[in-house]
């Protein structure tokens, strides 16, 4: 039995019951509820669904046809919803139930991302990352390296800002995920939080909370960041000296040479681009070791920097 070699699998105070199972050609599929004594963050136990197969195959045919099973039954369940009452509020229904935790096809065990909810919908992606905006707009729901979260009051950046961190510190971790750099985001957002006291992105950006023009975007970071890197470029001790850039000189030698315009918080501002060359430095070492010191440190900020500048001319409209 499937259910005897999960529990073999789990420590003795690991609770694991089937929530269904199908038996069929020497397979054996089944959903499992799994709860664990040990506590999360909150305080709570953990509790999250397994979908699994004997054979322990994701590409096992079984287990695919079961799993169409449960999207065809879970579309048909969710189908009285969405018409009565729209998209966005079913897929918070989803979001509750996965929660739950229910198995609707998701891959992890207690989230399911964007891409599923579309899939198990059967409407095109486009239309859901739109729905699940807007409910990050009205602070329902959120979505963080793909997948669907509880949405949690705290300072955060525009989704734009969001996009460049998240693709600048993809390239730094060496085998990173979409979660490992939506991580170091939500690091500095924190950061950010202790050390302003905003509690919103919205005190921080204003009108320009949760999105932000990208003609502005281009002016006030990428632009910046795009003449600091090619500045270090010619300077031999290059990755030091940037090194020293901390928010506070950036936003000293920002207000002199550089304006914000109000509402924007000059000071997030300069954290934000304190923090994206932090990235390139750890960008520019992880490459002088991986060519074991063909590249140089100039090298690889010169080519940053051409990102930025590309960047900035694509947000800029090409113009
Ligand atoms: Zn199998």
């Known amino acids: 039995m499937l259910i005897e070699k999960l529990r073999a699998a789990f ?6 019951t089937a929530v269904r199972e199908w038996d069929k050609y020497d397979h054996e599929v089944g959903i499992y509820h799994v709860v664990s004594p040990f506590s999360n963050a909150e ?75 579309a899939e198990l ?54 085998f990173s995920s979409d979660e490992e750099s ?26 320009h909370f949760p999105r932000m023009e990208k003609r502005l975007l281009a002016e006030i970071v990428c632009e910046r960041l795009a003449t600091l890197l090619l500045q270090a470029s010619i300077d031999a001790r290059a990755i030091q000296s940037l090194r020293r850039l901390t928010a506070t000189r950036l936003l000293e030698r920002e207000q002199r040479f550089h304006y914000v315009p109000a509402p ?9 681009n304190a923090e994206l060359l932090e990235i390139a430095c750890d960008n520019a070492e992880i490459e002088l070791r991986r060519t074991r010191g063909v590249t140089t440190p100039q090298q690889t900020f010169r080519f940053i920097a051409q ?3 590309e960047l900035a001319m694509q947000f800029r409209g090409g113009s």
């Open 11 to 16: 420590l003795p105070s690991v609770i694991v």
């Open 43 to 117: 305080g709570a136990a953990t509790s999250h669904v397994l979908f699994t197969c004997v054979c322990n195959a994701l590409s096992c045919p079984m287990r695919i046809a079961a799993r169409y099973e449960i999207l065809t039954e879970a579309r048909a369940s969710l189908a009285p919803l969405l018409e009565s009452e729209g998209l966005e509020a079913t897929i918070l229904e989803i979001h509750r139930r996965v929660q739950s935790p229910e198995y609707l096809g998701q891959s992890r065990s207690s989230h399911i991302s964007v891409d599923e909810v």
């Open 121 to 174: 919908l059967d409407a095109p992606l486009a239309t859901v990352f739109r729905a699940c905006d807007q409910l990050y707009v009205e602070e329902k729901l959120d979505v963080r390296g793909g997948v669907l979260r509880d949405f949690v009051r705290r300072f955060r950046l525009p989704k734009e800002m969001v996009a460049i961190m998240a693709n600048a510190a993809e390239e730094t971790l060496d």
């Open 182 to 207: 939506a991580d170091r985001v939500t690091k500095f957002e924190r950061k950010v939080q202790r050390e302003t006291g905003f509690i919103s992105g919205r005190e921080a950006f204003g009108a």
């Open 264 to 272: 924007l918080s000059a000071r997030v501002i300069a954290m934000y």
């Open 307 to 309: 990102q930025y500048a």
